[in-house]
T-cell receptor, first 111, second 113 residues
Framework: DAGVIQSPRHEVTEMGQEVTLRCKPI?????LFWYRQTMMRGLELLIY????????DSGMPEDRFSAKMPNASFSTLKIQPSEPRDSAVYFC?????????FGQGTRLTVV | GDSVTQMEGPVTLSEEAFLTINCTYT??????LFWYVQYPGEGLQLLLK?????DKGSNKGFEATYRKETTSFHLEKGSVQVSDSAVYFC????????????FGAGTRLFVKA
């Protein structure tokens, strides 16, 4: 398996624009997580899905953030409108139960 | 709710020194415990794990023992190398209708030659 695949690896956008981050989990994993990592706040869990259903979205910072998992092989994290304070590395991870497998991350810069 | 607390960094050591990074947890059930490592520009990767009390996880010279009585999972290595320089995260995973993984804040380790 190729592991968890995230795209794009880098994204630079202007404030106010919509940003969509994509994730392909490892086949057979039934849990999927979105994390945000910054120097100031460390690694934050934004939302996680189990069997494509959102279980806990309490970490989503505000209504500008939304996440979907339309099927077992794809998930998106959308920010609309984006703001400079959203600049961070966003990680997707999947898990069969227990250990989490991380993608390489998307480095988002909002200018 | 469940949480993980680990020692603040950065930790700076000379090559071949002994390493300890402390980690304690709070959980209502019986979680599995993990140490992940993050090298610059990469995602987190699993270093070692333990799934029940008194289990010892080990990998690449690192080890940690699941201590239920002290709710701890301290990471140790007898002789660090420059290549061990990275950020280390302690984490727990528990079944909450899906396995939710909770991470500590991370501890940055610098090893000098």
């Amino acid at each position: 398996d190729a592991g968890v695949i995230q795209s794009p690896r880098h994204e630079v956008t202007e404030m106010g624009q919509e940003v969509t981050l994509r994730c392909k989990p490892i086949s057979g994993h039934n849990s999927l997580f979105w994390y945000r990592q910054t120097m100031m706040r460390g690694l934050e869990l934004l939302i996680y899905f189990n069997n494509n259903v959102p279980i806990d979205d309490s970490g989503m910072p505000e209504d500008r953030f939304s996440a979907k998992m339309p099927n077992a092989s794809f998930s998106t994290l959308k920010i609309q409108p984006s703001e400079p304070r959203d600049s961070a590395v966003y990680f997707c991870a999947s898990s069969p139960g227990g250990e989490a497998f991380f993608g390489q991350g998307t480095r988002l810069t909002v200018v | 709710g469940d949480s993980v607390t680990q020692m603040e960094g950065p930790v700076t050591l000379s090559e071949e020194a002994f390493l300890t990074i402390n980690c304690t947890y709070t959980a209502t059930g019986y979680p599995s415990l993990f140490w992940y490592v993050q090298y610059p520009g990469e995602g987190l990767q699993l270093l070692l794990k333990a799934t029940k009390a008194d289990d010892k996880g080990s990998n690449k010279g690192f080890e940690a023992t699941y201590r239920k009585e002290t709710t701890s999972f301290h990471l140790e290595k007898g002789s660090v190398q420059v290549s061990d320089s990275a950020v280390y995260f302690c984490a727990l995973s528990a079944d909450t209708g899906g396995f939710k993984t909770i991470f500590g804040a991370g501890t940055r380790l610098f090893v000098k030659a």
